[in-house]
């Protein structure tokens, strides 16, 4: 027995290994990819807005196919290929970099990666029924790929700077390595494990709670992304930190993905938010308000003189907000559809799928102002600001009709 719990120790070491070094590749080329457009190439907000769009439709593509995938060739087939895809286009890239050749191996690492997340998932959650030791584990596995994506994008700056080919270099190297780990280590659970009893099943009560709060989570999980891909793509527009240099402008926007790994932390070290699906409503809510807060300098917002330094105090203000926001969401979707689904990879992959429909939404929404006003970033903001208002709306209508589903009861 004691084999067995050392054995499965050092299996999920070596699946958080990959997941961190997936979670560097990802971040450079999702989220940082648009600082490294926009100063090697010259892109702005259309452009940006354009990738990012494009980049929900690849993503939404490959988390549906993970199921099917993993039903037909189980676990490692798939991770091994998909890595090693995402090695090879990233490599060309590298060498080889081009605005075109750039775009292209971005949106096939997205279809490649997007298929790894779910099995990833899957491989950490196996075997743990335990609602609250699943917990624990969900909040391990977000703990690192967030703490590594908080540090690869704070740096990503210097890396445009000194080492711009690294910017897909790196991913190359990541994915690479991953493949090779994945090929040659054991990193499916073993069958006692795998196929460990269920837990007994909850209350009533705290089932109804479970299902609210992921059908909350499913509509605020779009809402999330669409602001996180939107964001990022104007980001380097953003008046405040657009005349820095990149270094500067990728640290100072690092700030909520440190503070969403900080959520990380205290959400998986408490369990007061098992029991209150509604916070959800809330983290929804506070998703506009950091919007504003993040992309309109105070003196618009307020109609007074501000300077720069408040300026760019109040965009720290609003990502600090927005790391915040996040954590929840994102913790509540994962954790509410992997207990309820036993940890399955086919969940896993809906996850995925609405992270692409939000990556898909809040940039073409972006996209389309861009070509009636060109260059308006009030314009986009107010265009993704409806969207995340519509999702208020519709987690709000999902909230009251599972209660009255549920008085009937």
Same mark, same amino acid.
């Not at 959650?125 to 030791?133: K, M, R």
């Not at 909850?202 to 999980?221: H, K, M």
């Not at 720290?316 to 399955?344: E, H, P």
């Given at each position: 027995?004691?084999?067995?719990?050392?054995?499965?120790?050092?299996?999920?070491?070596?699946?958080?290994?990959?997941?961190?070094?997936?979670?560097?590749?990802?971040?450079?080329?999702?989220?940082?990819?648009?600082?490294?457009?926009?100063?090697?190439?010259?892109?702005?907000?259309?452009?940006?807005?354009?990738?990012?769009?494009?980049?929900?439709?690849?993503?939404?593509?490959?988390?549906?196919?993970?199921?099917?995938?993993?039903?037909?060739?189980?676990?490692?087939?798939?991770?091994?290929?998909?890595?090693?895809?995402?090695?090879?286009?990233?490599?060309?890239?590298?060498?080889?970099?081009?605005?075109?050749?750039?775009?292209?191996?971005?949106?096939?690492?997205?279809?490649?990666?997007?298929?790894?997340?779910?099995?990833?998932?899957?491989?950490?959650?196996?075997?743990?029924?335990?609602?609250?030791?699943?917990?624990?584990?969900?909040?391990?596995?977000?703990?690192?790929?967030?703490?590594?994506?908080?540090?690869?994008?704070?740096?990503?700056?210097?890396?445009?700077?000194?080492?711009?080919?690294?910017?897909?270099?790196?991913?190359?190297?990541?994915?690479?390595?991953?493949?090779?780990?994945?090929?040659?280590?054991?990193?499916?659970?073993?069958?006692?494990?795998?196929?460990?009893?269920?837990?007994?099943?909850?209350?009533?009560?705290?089932?109804?709670?479970?299902?609210?709060?992921?059908?909350?989570?499913?509509?605020?999980?779009?809402?999330?992304?669409?602001?996180?891909?939107?964001? &990022? =793509? /104007? @980001?380097?527009?953003?008046?405040? $930190?657009?005349?820095? %240099? #990149?270094?500067?402008?990728?640290? +100072?926007? !690092?700030?909520?993905?440190?503070?969403?790994?900080?959520?990380?932390?205290?959400?998986?070290?408490?369990?007061?938010?098992?029991?209150?699906?509604?916070?959800?409503?809330?983290? &929804? =809510? /506070? @998703?506009?308000?950091?919007?504003? $807060?993040?992309?309109? %300098? #105070?003196?618009?917002?307020?109609? +007074?003189? !501000?300077?720069?330094?408040?300026?760019?105090?109040?965009?720290?203000?609003?990502?600090?907000?927005?790391?915040?926001?996040?954590?929840?969401?994102?913790?509540?979707?994962?954790?509410?559809? /992997?207990?309820?689904?036993?940890?399955?990879?086919?969940?896993?992959?809906?996850?995925?799928?609405?992270?692409?429909?939000?990556?898909?939404?809040?940039?073409?929404?972006?996209?389309?102002?861009?070509?009636?006003?060109?260059?308006?970033?009030?314009?986009?903001?107010?265009?993704?600001?409806?969207?995340?208002?519509?999702?208020?709306?519709?987690?709000?209508?999902?909230?009251?009709?599972?209660?009255?589903?549920?008085?009937?009861?």
């Amino acid at each position: 027995m004691t084999h067995g719990r050392d054995a499965e120790r050092k299996r999920l070491a070596l699946v958080h290994t990959i997941e961190a070094l997936i979670s560097a590749a990802a971040n450079l080329l999702t989220i940082g990819v648009f600082f490294f457009m926009q100063d090697r190439f010259g892109w702005g907000l259309g452009r940006n807005f354009t990738l990012s769009a494009f980049l929900g439709v690849f993503y939404i593509a490959g988390a549906l196919a993970a199921h099917p995938l993993t039903k037909r060739f189980g676990q490692r087939k798939p991770l091994a290929a998909a890595y090693l895809i995402m090695g090879t286009i990233t490599l060309v890239a590298g060498i080889i970099p081009s605005p075109v050749t750039c775009t292209v191996a971005v949106l096939i690492f997205a279809l490649a990666s997007s298929t790894t997340w779910p099995i990833v998932e899957h491989l950490v959650s196996a075997g743990e029924n335990d609602p609250h030791l699943l917990s624990r584990r969900l909040a391990l596995y977000n703990i690192v790929w967030a703490a590594v994506g908080a540090l690869i994008i704070a740096i990503n700056g210097y890396i445009i700077e000194k080492w711009p080919n690294g910017e897909f270099l790196i991913p190359a190297i990541c994915s690479v390595a991953s493949a090779f780990m994945v090929l040659l280590r054991q990193i499916e659970p073993p069958d006692e494990i795998a196929h460990a009893p269920v837990a007994h099943q909850p209350e009533p009560t705290l089932a109804r709670q479970r299902v609210l709060a992921l059908w909350l989570s499913r509509i605020s999980v779009p809402a999330m992304y669409l602001m996180i891909y939107s964001l &990022a =793509a /104007m @980001l380097p527009s953003l008046p405040v $930190i657009h005349p820095l %240099r #990149p270094a500067m402008q990728t640290l +100072i926007s !690092s700030v909520w993905l440190v503070v969403r790994w900080a959520s990380f932390i205290v959400l998986g070290a408490t369990a007061f938010w098992h029991t209150r699906p509604r916070l959800l409503l809330t983290a &929804a =809510a /506070m @998703l506009l308000v950091s919007l504003f $807060i993040i992309t309109i %300098r #105070p003196g618009e917002l307020f109609g +007074i003189a !501000s300077s720069e330094k408040m300026d760019l105090a109040f965009m720290i203000l609003g990502q600090v907000v927005f790391g915040v926001t996040t954590g929840l969401i994102y913790a509540a979707s994962l954790y509410f559809g /992997m207990v309820l689904s036993q940890g399955s990879t086919e969940h896993g992959g809906y996850h995925e799928a609405l992270i692409g429909l939000g990556m898909m939404l809040g940039p073409t929404a972006g996209a389309i102002t861009q070509w009636k006003y060109p260059g308006s970033q009030r314009a986009a903001v107010l265009s993704i600001a409806a969207l995340i208002g519509l999702s208020i709306l519709l987690a709000s209508m999902a909230s009251l009709k599972l209660r009255r589903r549920h008085n009937k009861v």
